[in-house]
């Protein structure tokens, strides 16, 4: 879905911001508030990760396991 969010604002962004013809007229979304809209989505998709950026390891100092004396 960010690829095709990331799609729609790089087309948005080439395209004018208003337009108007005979059946009416056009006008999409600043680009800020698409970008703003873009980040909000992935900070919501990154806060649903499992984990939450925690990462947890077992450490144990070498020569500990297995040693003999």
């Known amino acids: ?7 729609t ?23 800020a508030d698409q970008i703003a809209a873009d980040k909000y989505l992935e900070s919501k998709k990154a806060s649903r990760a499992k984990g939450m950026g925690i990462k947890f390891a ?5 020569g500990s396991v297995g040693g003999t004396a």
């Open 9 to 31: 604002i790089k087309t948005n962004a080439e395209s004018p911001a208003k337009a108007s013809g005979d059946s009416g007229s056009v006008e999409q979304h600043s680009l």
């Open 58 to 62: 077992k450490l144990s100092p070498p």
């Open 1 to 7: 879905m960010s690829d095709q969010l990331s799609d």
